[in-house]
């Protein structure tokens, strides 16, 4: 190797098997890879080389290629991944490819010095992206969350809007037709009276005219007399009991949505909770779930009545969609503390460890395609966090889940 061993020069010598370990190294390459000398012996020397120089190297061992003659650039990289680079020659002996190398001089230096700025300027830049790119999918996640929280707070508007209207259109000609009710069984009352009166004559009207009793009693008996009597007054109250109901409906549906209400005011939970069940009556009955409830006697909570409910209903909707038919979903309240706690738990599949994190992110679903948004706990959350409250979810795969919405008590 000629002067290249110039005993003035800082001389770098590695011993390299035909697997590609170390055999040995002298202390300035162990000083170079910041590792002890006994320690490198036996490690792959690929582990502290660059991509492209491990490929050469592994070639030359398995004499893919030749070895070349002339003098030619190694880049190595330290136990911290910072590169460093030789000027290296290198021959077989025996069994061992031994490679002795230097760092480069003069020019070399500089550029090399020159690189590894460059090389950590770029490693800035990376890491900037890298920040940048998660605080811009952050900012995305949030615009995404705020459109979806604007286009339900635009459609609960209409909707609130709607069931005012409904409820005013409705509620005037139900009260028309409930008042003509009352009336219809008032006045059936007193006709009945007075053919219960009539019939009490009959014996002294047989002994007046036995053609005039005898024509009253086929009448009578034409007309089924006696079924009318029982079967009216039923009809007309059952009349006015559907009437009561729509007239309940109604009601539930403005006190679900109650968006007109949008400021806070006192309201009973209990009373939110009753008319968001009904309300979900027709999927409890396609789901064949039981909802059984136990609502202690709370005082009046200070919320926004529309939008709290929207969040007890998408609770209380997700419970009975995981359950299976048969199964039971539980509905309390309580207070705890200094907060009121409503309880919805669930027999069904429960939720996953790795999902619990995510339950309330915006658009996350475990539901089929088309099954759901999955903007119902994001709401949901979104609703209970501007009360002041929180959400927490207990879950078990297979054994059911329970979600607790926790509110502070106002005076």
Same mark, same amino acid.
Request: with cysteine; aromatic share 4%.
């Given at each position: 190797?000629?002067?290249?061993?110039?005993?003035?020069?800082?001389?770098?010598?590695?011993?390299?098997?035909?697997?590609?370990?170390?055999?040995?190294?002298?202390?300035?390459?162990?000083?170079?890879?910041?590792?002890?000398?006994?320690?490198?012996?036996g490690?792959?020397? #690929?582990? #502290?080389?660059?991509?492209?120089?491990?490929?050469?190297l592994?070639?030359?061992l398995?004499?893919?290629?030749?070895?070349?003659?002339d003098?030619?650039?190694?880049?190595v990289?330290?136990?911290?991944?910072?590169?460093?680079?030789?000027?290296?020659? @290198?021959?077989?002996?025996?069994?061992?490819?031994?490679?002795?190398?230097? =760092?480069?001089?003069?020019?070399?230096?500089?550029?090399?010095?020159?690189?590894?700025?460059?090389?950590?300027q770029?490693?800035?830049?990376?890491?900037?992206?890298?920040?940048?790119?998660?605080?811009?999918?952050?900012?995305?996640?949030?615009?995404?969350?705020?459109?979806?929280?604007?286009? $339900?707070?635009?459609k609960?508007?209409s909707?609130?809007?709607?069931?005012?209207?409904?409820? $005013?259109?409705?509620n005037?000609? @139900?009260?028309?037709?409930?008042?003509?009710?009352?009336?219809?069984?008032?006045? #059936?009352?007193?006709?009945?009276?007075?053919?219960?009166?009539?019939?009490?004559?009959?014996?002294?009207?047989?002994?007046?005219?036995?053609r005039?009793?005898?024509e009253?009693?086929?009448?009578?008996?034409?007309?089924?007399?006696?079924?009318?009597?029982?079967a009216? =007054?039923?009809?007309?109250?059952?009349? @006015?009991?559907?009437?009561?109901?729509?007239?309940?409906?109604?009601?539930?549906?403005?006190?679900?949505?109650?968006l007109?209400?949008?400021?806070?005011?006192?309201?009973?939970?209990?009373?939110?909770?009753?008319s968001?069940?009904?309300?979900?009556?027709?999927?409890?009955?396609?789901?064949?779930?039981?909802?059984?409830?136990?609502?202690? =006697?709370l005082p009046?909570?200070?919320?926004?009545?529309? =939008?709290?409910?929207?969040?007890?209903?998408?609770?209380?909707?997700?419970?009975?969609?995981?359950?299976?038919?048969?199964q039971?979903?539980?509905?309390?309240?309580?207070?705890?503390?200094?907060?009121?706690?409503?309880?919805?738990?669930?027999?069904?599949?429960?939720?996953?460890?790795? $999902?619990?994190s995510?339950?309330?992110?915006?658009?996350?679903?475990?539901k089929?395609?088309?099954?759901?948004?999955?903007?119902?706990?994001?709401?949901a959350?979104?609703?209970?966090?501007a009360?002041?409250?929180?959400?927490?979810?207990?879950?078990?795969?297979?054994?059911?889940?329970?979600?607790r919405?926790?509110?502070?008590?106002r005076?």
């Amino acid at each position: 190797m000629g002067d290249f061993l110039d005993s003035s020069r800082v001389i770098h010598l590695m011993g390299i098997t035909s697997q590609g370990s170390f055999r040995f190294v002298n202390d300035t390459v162990a000083a170079l890879l910041k590792k002890d000398r006994k320690e490198l012996r036996g490690r792959r020397v #690929f582990e #502290f080389m660059t991509r492209p120089d491990a490929d050469r190297l592994s070639l030359w061992l398995s004499g893919g290629q030749a070895l070349p003659d002339d003098v030619f650039v190694m880049n190595v990289v330290d136990s911290e991944n910072i590169p460093h680079s030789l000027n290296c020659r @290198i021959s077989w002996l025996d069994d061992l490819l031994v490679l002795v190398g230097e =760092p480069p001089q003069s020019d070399n230096l500089a550029l090399q010095e020159e690189l590894l700025q460059l090389n950590n300027q770029l490693a800035v830049l990376s890491r900037e992206n890298i920040r940048k790119g998660r605080e811009l999918a952050k900012a995305l996640a949030e615009l995404k969350q705020t459109q979806a929280m604007l286009v $339900h707070q635009e459609k609960m508007a209409s909707l609130g809007q709607m069931t005012a209207g409904i409820a $005013h259109e409705i509620n005037t000609p @139900i009260a028309y037709v409930m008042n003509n009710e009352s009336i219809l069984k008032r006045d #059936f009352d007193d006709l009945l009276e007075f053919i219960n009166t009539l019939g009490d004559a009959l014996p002294e009207i047989e002994g007046l005219s036995s053609r005039i009793h005898s024509e009253i009693i086929q009448k009578a008996e034409a007309i089924g007399l006696e079924h009318l009597a029982e079967a009216i =007054p039923r009809k007309i109250s059952a009349n @006015i009991e559907g009437l009561d109901r729509v007239k309940k409906i109604v009601l539930d549906l403005r006190n679900f949505s109650r968006l007109d209400e949008a400021e806070r005011k006192l309201s009973d939970l209990a009373e939110g909770i009753q008319s968001t069940l009904r309300f979900l009556g027709p999927l409890i009955q396609e789901h064949d779930v039981r909802v059984e409830t136990e609502l202690a =006697p709370l005082p009046l909570v200070l919320c926004s009545p529309g =939008p709290l409910n929207q969040a007890i209903h998408n609770i209380i909707a997700n419970a009975i969609q995981a359950s299976c038919p048969g199964q039971v979903v539980r509905v309390s309240t309580d207070q705890i503390q200094d907060e009121y706690c409503i309880s919805v738990i669930d027999q069904g599949a429960g939720i996953s460890p790795e $999902h619990q994190s995510r339950v309330f992110d915006p658009f996350f679903t475990t539901k089929p395609v088309g099954s759901g948004t999955g903007l119902g706990l994001s709401i949901a959350h979104q609703v209970v966090a501007a009360h002041g409250g929180r959400i927490e979810i207990d879950s078990q795969v297979n054994q059911g889940t329970t979600v607790r919405i926790l509110l502070p008590r106002r005076s």
